[in-house]
């Protein structure tokens, strides 16, 4: 093949490529532009567009006109230059003459470059540049954006007294603009120089550049205006030490505020003598002015910069470096604890010592009935095993919440039935069954956190395919289209009828109803969704009709940031079942910030801001996306608001149904914990010396020790009348065990959002999680009878541990499952007990208190929800006779077995602690059968 054909054909392989990825992009574009409408969210997406592309367009016309202007500066020089040089014509020495070569006339190449091509090649560099530079703005509008619509703070900083949203809103904005006008200069100095460079070879190289007068001017005019620039930049840099990390805290320290702040003002100062330095030489023509002038900058940089502040903090803050730092302490405690609203925690004393009564127990009966005894990672075992019904559905997660059943103020947990198509049968993942017939989830499963059946699963209010409700809850629309699942987009109301649910030997089909689609009323809007999907059996598959909707982005996790990338997202949705009977998920969404001055950072990208500012609502049938602002003092919402106008609704524009299920958040409750254990310190020489720091617990987990979750829980807190739903975490000393404090976050009502920490009296002992889980393993019983079950075919798996607080007291409790080496359902066996001096295992949980207050402690049956009476369930004051008998003529066994054991073994002691607790069993058989 010929040189030119093959040019020719690997241009048109270029175009071509160039083509399909504008057709790919326009078909994406016009999509979401689709997607958008459907969800009702188009002034969004115009706005993300726009800004966008507008100012990817704004930077990279700019760049163009730099660039080129700049380059047509040269264009005379670069003339010059070649219509100077001559021809090239070989020749060579013989020893009296110079012999030319005559060679053939091909045309010189110095003749092809005329004015206009030179302009053409110009302005075709400067394009390509400028587009490149232009994809360095990409993701930054929405920092343009919140600069033209900030809100203020109407708090300042210490230091230069600015507000604090010039930090969040306008110093990221300078900083962009820095970095841009800096950088461009730059690379117009390079490719200036680059040309000089190559057009003056002939006339003495890059050495001699600065001889000629047109390369001086221009690149001397370059330089001045890159260290006018620069002078900016030391200014900001200024700003920028209030996120200093050299201290001995988060932001600027005393070596900040008197040698490296002054070094910047200097260098300020020096960068703008620099660039008139540059500037003069023009005139002076002494390129060594220039170089000595640059060179004093760079000097001084280091002296000041470096070498200066290093001998502050040798010489004069590290021999007294308490007494030189505790004004910034003060400052670094009081502006993170307004970054992560720990200042507004509420502190109370909290006895230590008190011991519980059997009355206590009855007059907290809520609290006592809401323990938690499901943990998720079991119980999602176990509904795994009762409850998928299919291989092809699955439970994504178990989540907590609470309802009003039956007037009660009940604490569940609850998991959604969500479609998997990997788990599909192979011969069953056609193309067909994966878009048009499996193509949604159904049901829930709902659960009390504290109920047990006599054989240890959980007692459902919520089961089976349809759905069983044994409580007022009920589920109208059960359908799932949009959750958790990664199964993609799938069409509706095609001619293929939807699976719906299994039914009997066959199954159940449906339509659907909704309208969180996009439709395919025509081909040309199938073409772009086979070119967007990349799949051409859309084009082919004569089961789409004009009705027919798309459903994409269905996985909530990708869905809501799609429309909202600028917020941050906690971990954990979670689903609710509102008073219509649809399933909602809920959503909690963070504004975040890492200009927050003086803010120590919380995750390794230097945030060291966060607000729960918006619930984010999603319908799992129809897809509806709605944002509430749950946080309207944040000035950070405030300002999307302003940018996106009609986007967030008022908390109370929310369905008072789902406003109920609304929670404090788990993520952000963690992320103040750990804050917290720091920063509840206020006196800047305690904060100094790390005196009372503080700790997260740890907890036993199977046979490792890990860091204890947060747990919600229904309780009465010390001082108030009326239970609620709190979410809790304990802390321990530095280096301790023993529990020093706990922190409990408000979700219901007019509370939601405050927070209150209970801290003990120093000088006494409370056993932390981890003491109470080592107390366990030192129990002789309880532990031989761990020992004993783990050697019987099956493992046992100890349950979170749960402080929970009663009146003005802490009661301890952790389940205990079982699970069979056969079988992955683990089931809830034992329920220790701690209360002061006394930890007790026992079948249930009303047994367990019983055994430590005595019989006073029995609590009444829980109300009948519509089902056969379940057996052994915790909260009931007798169990049903046979369920009742059947555990204590186990436990009776079991002790008997035991008290044998060590008998043999010559542990006397033991025998006897082993008869006694035989006795109060047979004593409670006796009472069963006698009644």
């Known amino acids: 093949?010929?040189?030119?054909?093959?040019?020719?054909?690997?241009?048109?392989?270029?175009?071509?490529?160039?083509?399909?990825?504008?057709?790919?992009?326009?078909?994406?574009?016009?999509?979401?532009?689709?997607?958008?409408?459907?969800?009702?969210?188009?002034?969004?997406?115009?706005?993300?567009?726009?800004?966008?592309?507008?100012?990817?367009?704004?930077?990279?016309?700019?760049?163009?006109?730099?660039?080129?202007?700049?380059?047509?500066?040269?264009?005379?020089?670069?003339?010059?230059?070649?219509?100077?040089?001559?021809?090239?014509r070989p020749?060579?020495?013989?020893?009296?003459?110079?012999?030319?070569?005559?060679?053939?006339?091909?045309?010189?190449?110095?003749?092809q470059i005329t004015p206009g091509r030179l302009t053409a090649v110009f302005a075709a560099v400067s394009l390509v540049l400028g587009f490149l530079y232009s994809t360095t703005v990409t993701g930054q509008w929405t920092t343009v954006l919140k600069y033209f619509n900030q809100t203020v703070f109407g708090s300042a900083d210490p230091i230069f007294n600015k507000d604090i949203g010039f930090y969040v809103f306008s110093l990221p904005f300078y900083e962009f603009l820095y970095r841009l006008l800096a950088s461009a200069i730059f690379i117009n100095i390079l490719l200036v120089a680059l040309v000089y460079l190559v057009t003056d070879t002939a006339r003495g190289g890059l050495a001699k550049i600065f001889r000629f007068p047109a390369a001086r001017y221009h690149l001397s005019v370059l330089a001045a205006l890159f260290f006018i620039l620069k002078s900016w930049g030391y200014r900001l840099d200024q700003f920028g030490l209030l996120y200093s990390t050299g201290g001995v805290v988060h932001g600027a320290g005393y070596t900040d505020i008197h040698a490296t702040l002054l070094a910047y003002k200097v260098l300020t100062v020096l960068s703008l003598i620099t660039a008139l330095v540059i500037i003069a030489n023009i005139f002076l023509k002494r390129f060594r002015l220039a170089a000595y002038a640059i060179g004093g900058l760079l000097l001084a940089s280091i002296l000041l910069g470096g070498v200066y502040p290093a001998i502050i903090q040798k010489f004069v803050v590290l021999p007294n470096e308490f007494t030189r730092e505790a004004p910034y302490i003060a400052n670094n405690i009081k502006l993170t604890q307004q970054a992560y609203q720990l200042d507004t925690i509420e502190q109370r004393d909290f006895p230590a010592g008190r011991t519980l009564q059997a009355r206590d127990i009855q007059e907290n009966r809520n609290t006592i009935e809401n323990i938690r005894l499901w943990d998720w990672r079991p119980l999602q075992q176990t509904y795994s095993q009762l409850q998928e019904m299919r291989l092809y559905y699955e439970f994504k997660n178990i989540d907590i919440d609470r309802y009003q059943i039956d007037g009660q103020y009940r604490q569940v947990m609850l998991a959604l039935r969500e479609m998997n198509q990997d788990q599909l049968p192979q011969q069953a993942k056609t193309w067909i069954n994966q878009?048009?017939?499996?193509?949604?989830?159904?049901?829930?499963?709902?659960?009390?956190?504290?109920?047990?059946?006599?054989?240890?699963?959980?007692?459902?209010?919520?089961?089976?395919?349809?759905?069983?409700?044994?409580?007022?809850?009920?589920?109208?629309?059960?359908?799932?289209?949009?959750?958790?699942?990664?199964?993609?987009?799938?069409?509706?109301n095609t001619k293929t009828e939807e699976f719906d649910y299994p039914k009997g030997d066959g199954n159940a089909y449906s339509k659907y109803e909704g309208t969180g689609g996009v439709k395919i009323n025509s081909i040309f809007r199938k073409l772009l969704f086979a070119i967007n999907f990349a799949d051409y059996k859309l084009l082919l598959t004569s089961d789409i009709t004009n009705d027919s909707q798309v459903l994409f982005y269905r996985n909530i996790k990708e869905r809501v940031p799609k429309i909202a990338p600028f917020l941050s997202y906690d971990s954990d949705p979670y689903p609710v079942i509102n008073a219509r009977g649809e399933i909602i998920w809920l959503w909690d969404a963070y504004t975040v910030s890492d200009m927050y001055p003086y803010s120590e950072p919380f995750d390794n990208r230097g945030n060291n801001y966060i607000r729960n500012s918006v619930k984010v609502t999603v319908n799992a049938y129809n897809g509806d996306v709605n944002f509430y602002i749950a946080d309207a003092r944040d000035p950070i919402i405030q300002t999307y608001s302003k940018i996106f106008p009609g986007m967030f609704k008022s908390l109370d524009q929310m369905p008072s149904d789902l406003r109920s299920h609304i929670r404090y958040p788990e993520d952000l409750f963690l992320i103040q914990c750990r804050m917290y254990t720091l920063y509840h310190m206020t006196d800047p020489q305690v904060f100094y010396n790390r005196e009372d720091k503080w700790t997260l617990p740890t907890e036993k987990v199977g046979t490792e020790e890990k860091p204890m979750e947060a747990y919600y829980t229904i309780t009465v807190l010390p001082g108030e009348q009326k239970p609620e739903y709190i979410l809790i975490m304990p802390f321990n000393p530095q280096n301790k065990k023993n529990m020093i404090a706990w922190l409990a976050a408000r979700s219901d009502g007019e509370n939601y959002g405050k927070m209150i920490v209970y801290e003990f009296p120093k000088q006494e002992l409370v056993y932390g999680p981890m003491q109470i889980e080592a107390r366990i393993d030192q129990d002789t019983t309880i532990s031989q009878q761990l020992t004993l079950w783990d050697q019987r075919g099956s493992s046992v798996i100890r349950g979170n541990l749960l402080v929970i607080p009663v009146k003005d007291s802490l009661l301890y409790v952790e389940p205990l499952y079982l699970q069979s080496e056969q079988s992955k359902m683990p089931e809830l066996r034992r329920v220790i007990v701690a209360s002061g001096d006394k930890i007790v295992m026992e079948p249930t949980l009303d047994l367990a208190l019983q055994r430590i207050f005595g019989e006073g402690a029995a609590l009444p049956a829980p109300p009948k929800q519509g089902a056969p009476p379940q057996t052994g369930q915790t909260g009931q004051q007798q169990p049903a006779p046979q369920a009742t008998l059947k555990e204590l003529a186990a436990e009776a066994n079991r002790l008997y077995d035991e008290a044998q054991a060590r008998l043999k073994a010559g542990d006397w002691s033991g025998y006897g602690q082993s008869l006694n607790q035989l006795k109060e069993i047979l004593t409670k058989l006796q009472e069963q059968t006698s009644q």
């Open 91 to 111: 020749f060579y020495h013989d020893d009296d003459n110079v012999i030319t070569i005559n060679q053939p006339n091909y045309p010189n190449w110095r003749e």
């Open 1 to 88: 093949m010929q040189r030119g054909s093959r040019f020719s054909l690997g241009l048109v392989i270029l175009v071509g490529a160039l083509l399909l990825s504008l057709v790919g992009w326009g078909a994406g574009l016009y999509i979401d532009w689709l997607w958008f409408s459907a969800l009702k969210y188009p002034q969004v997406f115009i706005t993300k567009i726009l800004s966008e592309i507008g100012l990817r367009v704004l930077i990279g016309a700019i760049m163009f006109v730099l660039l080129l202007v700049n380059l047509m500066l040269t264009k005379k020089s670069v003339l010059q230059a070649i219509q100077s040089s001559k021809s090239f």
């Open 435 to 492: 878009r048009l017939k499996y193509t949604h989830g159904y049901g829930v499963a709902m659960s009390p956190v504290n109920e047990v059946s006599g054989e240890g699963l959980p007692h459902f209010f919520l089961k089976d395919i349809p759905p069983v409700a044994t409580t007022g809850i009920k589920v109208t629309r059960p359908e799932i289209y949009y959750g958790e699942s990664d199964d993609g987009y799938v069409i509706v």
